[in-house]
């Protein structure tokens, strides 16, 4: 079956999409859930933290399981489940049941953040399709990431909570639907489809000095990134009585350097080296550093000021985690799924780490923020100088 390349390029900003969409469409709901359920916005934070860590960990399986079933089985299966799961929690008015459907529900998607990377990969050749995949691939993440907020924070405004989360069961029937015109991948999975197997090949690639530095700056980077968005409704909603439907334009201001990502990376990537490009993000969470220690001592500060930290890392994060995946997708001898599953369980679990972290931070406290962003910073610094010799 011959395929459009147009519909391969937007399938995997779909599918990423998915799962960025899903951990952000709960935000606008907060404060519904904490009167709905009676319990206190920190326990709400803190499951946040958990979907995130465990579907980080769920990684450690998804890979095998992709090759064994093929991409485009696979995404049939986790879309159907998913539609099911997601509805479950839709329509809960107790706690343990939605938590633990919203929970599992980030694990499952998080399937399909794995797909998004070795899809590229498997089901597109030439290089230039490539590049302009994992371009589109993050703009889709973002601009999900802005308007499952904006859509669940109006549906919660106009009608009810509940309505909130059938916004992402409505995104994966158009995944659905696309995937079930997809032909055979181009490239069979190389190595053994054994789970086992597939985790030891993982920490092989853990021991191998220069991808497990690229991974700790991911880490580093994923954590003060992810726990910042996910912080915003919790640290401001209830200090500047923001509505819900106006919350996702505070996301979008920190989201933008994402969306803005195809339309400057090409030209970024043609005109400046690596090493330059990662001296800019550097820059980038060095100011991010700089400002939140300065705003930990101030007070009365406007709402949006809050969100500068967040949009310099936001800058410095799309700049330098482009360039650390494709590295690690290169040196990953074409197990492409293992890979992009070792990527999702470094990124989310201290994506998940760090939200359990700001889930003891407020206002009042900001400078306990400030020490976390400088801390890694520091550490992405000190990575990228050990690292400049791999750099282009």
Same mark, same amino acid.
């Given at each position: 079956?011959?395929?459009?390349?147009?519909?391969?390029?937007?399938?995997?900003?779909?599918?990423?999409?998915?799962?960025?969409?899903?951990?952000?469409?709960?935000?606008?709901?907060?404060?519904?859930?904490?009167?709905?359920?009676?319990?206190?916005?920190?326990?709400?934070?803190?499951?946040?933290?958990?979907?995130?860590?465990?579907?980080?960990?769920?990684?450690?399986?998804?890979?095998?399981?992709?090759?064994?079933?093929?991409?485009?089985?696979?995404?049939?299966?986790?879309?159907?489940?998913?539609?099911?799961?997601?509805?479950?929690?839709?329509?809960?008015?107790?706690?343990?049941?939605?938590?633990?459907?919203?929970?599992?529900?980030?694990?499952?998607?998080?399937?399909?953040?794995?797909?998004?990377?070795?899809?590229?990969?498997?089901?597109?050749?030439?290089?230039?399709?490539i590049k302009k995949a994992f371009s589109i691939m993050v703009f889709?993440?973002?601009?999900?990431?802005?308007?499952?907020?904006?859509i669940s924070g109006w549906t919660t405004t106009l009608l009810n909570?509940?309505?909130?989360?059938?916004?992402?069961?409505?995104?994966?029937?158009?995944?659905?639907i696309l995937s079930l015109r997809l032909g055979p991948q181009l490239?069979?999975?190389?190595?053994?489809?054994?789970?086992?197997?597939?985790?030891?090949?993982?920490?092989?690639?853990?021991?191998?000095?220069?991808?497990?530095?690229?991974?700790?700056?991911?880490?580093? &980077?994923?954590? +003060? *990134?992810? @726990?910042?968005?996910?912080? /915003?409704?919790?640290?401001? %909603? #209830?200090?500047?009585?923001? !509505?819900?439907?106006?919350?996702?334009?505070?996301?979008?201001?920190?989201?933008?350097?994402?969306?803005?990502?195809?339309?400057?990376?090409?030209?970024?990537?043609?005109?400046?080296?690596?090493?330059?490009?990662?001296?800019?993000?550097?820059?980038?969470?060095?100011?991010?550093?700089?400002?939140?220690?300065?705003?930990?001592?101030?007070?009365?500060?406007?709402?949006?000021?809050?969100? &500068?930290?967040? +949009? *310099?890392? @936001?800058?410095?994060?799309? /700049?330098?985690?482009?360039? %650390? #995946?494709?590295?690690?997708? !290169?040196?990953?001898?074409?197990?492409?799924?293992?890979?992009?599953?070792?990527?999702?369980?470094?990124?989310?679990?201290?994506?998940?780490?760090?939200?359990?972290?700001?889930?003891?931070?407020?206002?009042?406290?900001?400078?306990?923020?400030?020490?976390?962003?400088?801390?890694?910073?520091?550490?992405?610094?000190?990575?990228?100088?050990?690292?400049?010799?791999?750099?282009?």
């Amino acid at each position: 079956m011959k395929q459009k390349t147009t519909i391969l390029l937007y399938i995997p900003a779909l599918l990423i999409g998915s799962y960025w969409g899903y951990v952000k469409v709960a935000l606008p709901v907060v404060p519904s859930l904490t009167q709905v359920f009676s319990i206190p916005e920190s326990t709400i934070h803190r499951i946040l933290s958990l979907a995130f860590f465990l579907s980080g960990l769920s990684g450690l399986i998804w890979g095998a399981i992709i090759d064994y079933m093929y991409i485009k089985r696979f995404i049939i299966m986790i879309t159907l489940l998913g539609m099911i799961i997601l509805s479950i929690s839709a329509v809960s008015n107790h706690f343990l049941l939605w938590s633990t459907c919203y929970v599992f529900g980030a694990i499952l998607l998080s399937g399909l953040l794995v797909c998004s990377r070795s899809f590229v990969m498997l089901y597109l050749e030439k290089d230039n399709h490539i590049k302009k995949a994992f371009s589109i691939m993050v703009f889709g993440a973002y601009l999900s990431a802005f308007l499952a907020p904006f859509i669940s924070g109006w549906t919660t405004t106009l009608l009810n909570w509940h309505y909130a989360f059938l916004v992402i069961p409505i995104m994966l029937l158009i995944l659905l639907i696309l995937s079930l015109r997809l032909g055979p991948q181009l490239k069979a999975p190389v190595g053994s489809l054994n789970i086992v197997n597939n985790i030891s090949y993982m920490l092989h690639c853990v021991n191998e000095k220069t991808i497990r530095k690229l991974l700790i700056m991911c880490s580093a &980077t994923a954590a +003060i *990134l992810q @726990s910042y968005y996910i912080a /915003i409704p919790f640290w401001l %909603v #209830s200090q500047y009585h923001i !509505k819900a439907h106006n919350l996702a334009y505070y996301l979008l201001a920190m989201l933008t350097p994402g969306l803005l990502t195809p339309l400057i990376m090409p030209m970024l990537m043609e005109k400046f080296s690596e090493k330059t490009l990662c001296v800019y993000s550097a820059i980038s969470l060095i100011l991010a550093g700089l400002l939140a220690s300065i705003f930990s001592v101030s007070r009365h500060l406007p709402s949006w000021i809050w969100l &500068t930290p967040g +949009i *310099l890392i @936001s800058l410095g994060t799309v /700049i330098l985690l482009p360039i %650390v #995946s494709l590295h690690i997708m !290169k040196r990953s001898e074409g197990r492409y799924s293992i890979a992009s599953s070792l990527l999702s369980v470094v990124s989310y679990v201290s994506g998940g780490i760090g939200i359990y972290i700001t889930s003891y931070i407020t206002l009042h406290t900001f400078y306990r923020e400030a020490i976390f962003i400088v801390l890694a910073t520091i550490a992405t610094i000190y990575l990228l100088i050990n690292l400049r010799a791999e750099l282009n």
